[in-house]
């Protein structure tokens, strides 16, 4: 339900939400780069500040590194409670050449607002905070209880929200939890995610020589460690795409008909994907459908790599070190603890003797399935529709969001939503992120909607 | 021949010769970063001021890139010509952080001058203009006829000095030439290198999505460019260590038995090499030696490689693209520009349709092979006995000295004296790059008496 006046107060108050959002994707909040410190606390307070100006109480909880905001509305008694997640950090914005505009000035072209973090997280996690003003601004008060939680953690593993969520379970107890920090299945198709991929995330050290050698002197003498490297990250493949560490499908849950019949189902695009992507072909696992690759299987790949001089021109020499980033997105019933050692594993019997590897754990998160009867979930579907105007679909993400797990287990909470205002082709982690300014409308919409449809 | 009182000039100018070698070595002359283009100029500036200082007429010949600084002794009638080369130029200092003093300001401890040039080459060129001061110092003239070319390029493939050759050939005209640009078997045991290694360099660019993608996304579907790097990196070597672009090994000319036995029969400590390269083992082409494959046998090492995040933390991308850094060291027979092609060639058919792979041709130089059996190799023999107390062995080089084979192409020259005044373990390319006092001052005593032994 959403009433006409609370419409048109969106529809009405877009620009000025649209300028909200440009102020907060100018606050470089990149939660990695600890140069980046002081930018992401002004992100924390610019959400805590809004939170406020509705007449939520809340605050700013130190942690680790990055604060948690924790707000919540005036109480409505007898009405159930909504946490909703989301966070105000994002990823690097490199390659800066390859953006057309600066990722922290955003701009607005074509219907888009372009600036790092537009789409992930920050353009969904405001449409909440718009939709209470909207609700606030026609009704003078909310139908619902809500907490906001916005972390400074999720591009970095989340690493301190597990023990927050543990010291405060008493204050995040809620009826459901919203998260939008997916997409929709396609521009204008709404979705709800039933489940996410986990991740394996590790760095890779290669040592060989004690100093970079010179390659006319020493070539052919010792192990190089880009080449070990090399040889290392191949033999991780099969030959036929799927990958080759031993007990790395194990646990794997395998798929059902009905769920490979309704993927299949689903409207897809493939050249339009091939374009947007700009491959002429797909690569992969065999005996699976793209979709299903890209969401419902797990998969392996290179996050980045370097050894030696990549500069102008020519050196020769041999590097003394080599290293690659390595992840690995997995499916349940897989555990990233034990994929980590089965990868550890496996990458130390491929170096030879003359060289020595070391490991960094950069990031764990597991795999999520999401119960899709409950009451929440109707509700959830009725606000998307009267959001975006179509009943949503259900779906699987390739992505992981680590706080999913962290809520069910810290929390006990199995009644999570996953609603995804943004469209696959926005390029979160990419140059030149979106968000498109019809969906963060629509975001607002079923966002204000969701308030009624769980209060009902 | 030296005269004693030739010997005790040198000897009691050493200081003043180390002092002249710590100006020189000042100057960040890296000829390959455009930044230092004004240092490579004032190192050639500096080097031609030392000649004229000497008496020699000369001047800086622009190139396209870097100066040829040509200078000539004041005529001695009825005398031999003796062409010295050198270059002036070097390599870059990364990595930074791993030198102990600065690469660029000279720090003299335990016997050794450490900076970036040492003894690639500016030590090892100077020693011939020291040795100059000192015949002149004493007998105000000199017994022979030299000719100084020392070049700005040579670190980056000297790709300006065949068209000057061609262009200058009569003012080169020479009866032999000597080139310090190599080192002597083992710190005290002086040699003459006979031959050097070839080498191809090349670039490889592997493009694929337009742009970086989110590996939750689109993990499992697209060809990841960084695992198709590491796949055809993988490739380029068999599991032996040999190298397995076919073809390759097809004009590799055979060591001759006598060749082998005298390596063999050469002073090796190969724990004491190992030591000094901080490995624990040795790796390389099956059935040769450790000296046999670093300076008789064909290699292939990745000079770098790149791709992706390689910052602080985890950035969950897959990369648009990745690159590679690949030199080959040839041998005669083998010819640079068919290696070239082979390896591209092979490198094609290895990329799946899904990237693009572009390369960049960054270094060719042939191998060598030199005629022992000359005169003036016979004075070189009798300069370096006077020069270190011992009779000079013959060796191969592992590297490569493109100015070799552009000499004996360009000025059709073939008494060509590559006499190495440097040690195996100076570390030319390397951090903490060195040249010892001791090797600088009978370099200068070899260097003059070698000006005598010509002329007899």
């Known amino acids: 339900m959403l009433s006409d006046r609370i419409s048109s107060f969106i529809d009405e108050h877009m620009k000025a939400f649209t300028g909200e959002l440009a102020r907060f994707l100018s606050i470089p909040s990149v939660s990695t780069l600890g140069e980046h410190a002081a930018d992401v606390l002004a992100a924390a307070e610019w959400v805590l500040r809004q939170l406020k100006e509705c007449g939520f109480s809340g605050a700013l909880y130190p942690t680790g590194r ?22 105000y950090d994002v990823q690097p914005p490199d390659p800066l050449d390859e953006w057309l505009t600066p990722p922290f000035s955003p701009d607005i072209r074509d219907g888009y607002i372009y600036a790092r973090g537009a789409t992930d997280d920050k353009g969904q996690l405001l449409t909440y905070i718009n939709a209470v003003q909207a609700v606030l601004g026609v009704n003078g008060e909310l139908p619902i209880n809500l907490i906001v939680l916005a972390e400074g953690e999720e591009e970095i593993g989340s690493t301190n929200l597990g023990k927050f969520l543990a010291d405060h379970r008493e204050q995040l107890r809620a009826d459901a ?7 929709q299945l396609a521009p204008g198709i709404p979705a709800i995610t039933y489940a996410l991929r986990g991740l394996c995330y590790l760095q890779i050290d290669i040592r060989g020589p004690r100093f970079d050698l010179h390659s006319g002197c020493f070539g052919g003498i010792v192990h190089n460690p880009a080449q070990v490297l090399a040889d290392v990250l191949q033999k991780l493949k099969n030959p036929d795409g799927s990958i080759a560490i031993p007990g790395f499908y194990d646990d794997v849950l395998a798929l059902e008909q009905w769920e490979r019949q309704q993927m299949a189902a689903q409207p897809s695009d493939l050249d339009a994907l091939k374009n947007y992507l700009g491959v002429c072909e797909f690569a992969g696992e065999p005996g699976y459908t793209v979709t299903e690759r890209s969401t419902a299987r797990p998969t392996l790949d290179i996050n980045g790599l370097w050894g030696g001089f990549s500069g102008e021109g020519a050196k020769t020499i041999i590097p003394a070190k080599a290293g690659a980033k390595v992840s690995m997105r997995l499916v349940p019933n897989q555990i990233p603890e034990k994929i980590d050692q089965l990868f550890t594993r496996f990458v130390r019997q491929l170096c030879p003797a003359g060289v020595s590897v070391e490991f960094a754990g950069l990031h764990h998160a597991g795999p999520v399935l999401v119960n899709r009867n409950t ?9 998307i529709e009267i959001g975006f105007g179509k009943k949503p679909r259900f779906k699987r993400d390739g ?16 009644n999570i939503l996953l609603l995804g205002w943004g469209s696959p082709d926005d390029g979160p982690h990419s140059p030149n992120e979106r968000f498109s300014l019809d969906d963060f409308h629509r975001g607002i919409r079923s966002a204000a909607a969701l308030f009624f449809e769980l209060a009902r």
């Open 177 to 183: 939890v919203a998260i939008s920090d997916t997409s």
């Open 375 to 383: 009451s929440a979930m109707r509700a959830a579907e009725r606000a």
């Open 399 to 414: 992505g992981s969001i680590p706080v999913v797990n962290l809520i069910r287990e810290q929390l006990e909470q199995e």
């Open 66 to 87: 990055h604060p948690v905001v924790l707000a919540r509305s005036a109480e409505v008694p007898g009405a159930p409670v909504l946490l909703i997640y989301g966070h």
